[in-house]
């Protein structure tokens, strides 16, 4: 079937990688043989599942490791935190789930509240939380869905309630407002929770594993429902009417996109019409959902019905987790998750840039986070004003960005901006004019308003290349 042209929307968010997670690593140090099995984060803090049944807490802000929560009762197969983070939910491969208050805002101990064994002898499947921490809602491989009261006095010995009994595997739980969205092998249903009323999403049949969510943060109203074909329907809360079939077949028929900030190596894949299925749905931003395989990565604009980016330089995959902006993703291959981030052209930049100056002075990333600077900073520079980039990047920063991006080469495409940028960072003379926190460099004013930075003594980066000052008027340098 035909879906006509495909017209692309102008780029506007772009996905980069930002900080290494080394202490997420630093916490399995003791023993070479745990691996994270699953993760999720919340507004505050990034839980990761283990291969022991133990569930290790971190501070999303500054990444400091905060906890292990020992658990025995199976491998962690699913973490979910509560909306308000005070609770976590760990669902084992022995179909024992296991529920822990966390305290770590009021700096108690944290209490396991309880261990549920409502699903033994079933394979654990998905899981989700509704409202703060009322209720959590699980599934299994047999097709069923229990609810469990957790804020309740009733919490400890109370078992969970059996809401619902499908006749394949539950594939996706999420949950909005009294009402749990459930897609398993053959159809999406939506399930209110006060009435135990069931609607189905469409009327059409499906077999395989496809995901479901409610919207994002101004979308919470509408289902996200995917199909066959690269397709995702677009469907009513209330009622489970099918509003609209978004078709994402033909705008992922280009090259895969290269991570912006990624030491991976960048070769492009091309997918020409290639049809995927897409086996969870969770919403990135306010109007973007992402998916994700073993090696494929894959970001979708629902307002626009076209797809920001495509990565297959995000490999090995094992599980993934969103919140607002940001997307941590774990690996099959490695301990250490990789945090990205979907932002503006402006947020973009700030950010690597931010990481630039944090990088040690010998890190190989650095020649990749300007580059990428550079090549985004030339690609948005009509729409972008230096001031919109970071109030806290120095602003001689600012200024080197923006002189490359004007020079009349980076008017190009995007490939050919990088591939320039690439060669002027061979040399890395552009470096030196770069501060990091690993050198202490002076800066000294010439008559004519430009400033030279120089380098401490010994080895360096490059050559001391003048900058222009902010507001005396003076042209600025050629480029290197």
């Not at 047999?142 to 499908?166: D, M, N, Q």
Request: with cysteine; proline share 7%; hydrophobic share 40%.
């Amino acid at each position: 079937e035909d879906d006509g042209p495909v017209v692309r929307t102008p780029a506007t968010v772009f996905l980069v990688q930002l900080e290494n997670l080394e202490p997420f690593s630093a916490a399995l140090a003791s023993s070479g043989r745990i691996k994270y099995t699953c993760i999720d984060v919340s507004e505050r803090y990034v839980a990761c599942g283990a291969s022991t049944g133990s569930i290790y807490c971190f501070s999303r802000s500054d990444n400091r490791f905060l906890q292990v929560l020992p658990n025995k009762e199976g491998s962690a197969v699913s973490v979910r935190f509560a909306k308000d983070d005070n609770y976590l939910a760990a669902f084992l491969d022995s179909g024992a789930l296991a529920i822990w208050e966390l305290g770590f805002a009021t700096k108690t101990k944290p209490q396991r509240l309880r261990v549920g064994t409502e699903h033994r002898g079933s394979k654990p499947t998905a899981m989700a939380w509704d409202g703060g921490a009322t209720r959590l809602v699980t599934g299994d491989d047999t097709g069923r869905i229990v609810v469990s009261v957790v804020k309740s006095k009733l919490a400890l010995t109370a078992p969970g309630e059996l809401y619902f009994k499908g006749d394949s595997r539950i594939v996706q739980l999420d949950c909005h407002e009294g009402k749990v969205l459930a897609s398993t092998m053959t159809r999406c249903v939506i399930i209110d929770l006060s009435t135990k009323r069931v609607m189905q999403i469409g009327s059409k049949p499906r077999d395989g594993a496809f995901g479901a969510c409610f919207g994002g943060v101004t979308r919470r109203d509408t289902v996200y429902s995917a199909r066959p074909g690269s397709r995702i329907w677009e469907a009513e809360i209330l009622d489970g009417s099918v509003r609209s079939t978004l078709s994402f077949k033909k705008c992922l028929a280009c090259n895969s996109s290269a991570l912006r900030g990624s030491l991976d190596a960048r070769v492009a894949v091309n997918a020409k019409d290639q049809a995927l299925t897409f086996p969870v749905l969770q919403p990135l931003g306010s109007n973007y959902l992402a998916t994700w395989m073993a090696s494929t990565l894959i970001v979708f604009d629902v307002a626009h019905a076209d797809v920001v980016e495509w990565h297959a330089d995000v490999a090995d995959i094992k599980d993934a987790a969103c919140f607002g902006s940001h997307l941590y993703v774990l690996h099959e291959s490695r301990k250490v998750p990789s945090k990205l981030a979907l932002f503006d052209a402006p947020r973009a930049i700030a950010a690597m840039m931010k990481l630039y100056l944090a990088e040690p002075d010998s890190s190989p990333r650095l020649a990749v986070l300007l580059r990428d600077s550079i090549a985004l900073f030339a690609t948005k520079l009509a729409t972008i004003a230096p001031r919109d980039i970071c109030a806290s990047l120095p602003e001689h920063v600012v200024h080197v960005i923006m002189e490359k991006a004007r020079n009349p080469e980076f008017s190009a495409e995007q490939p050919a901006v990088e591939r320039i940028a690439t060669t002027l960072l061979s040399s890395y003379a552009l470096l030196s004019t770069l501060p990091t926190p690993h050198e202490s460099r002076a800066v000294s004013p010439t008559p004519s308003g430009i400033v030279t930075v120089h380098p401490p003594p010994g080895p360096t980066r490059g050559s001391p290349v003048p900058m222009p000052i902010a507001g005396t008027g003076a042209a600025a340098p050629a480029p290197v």
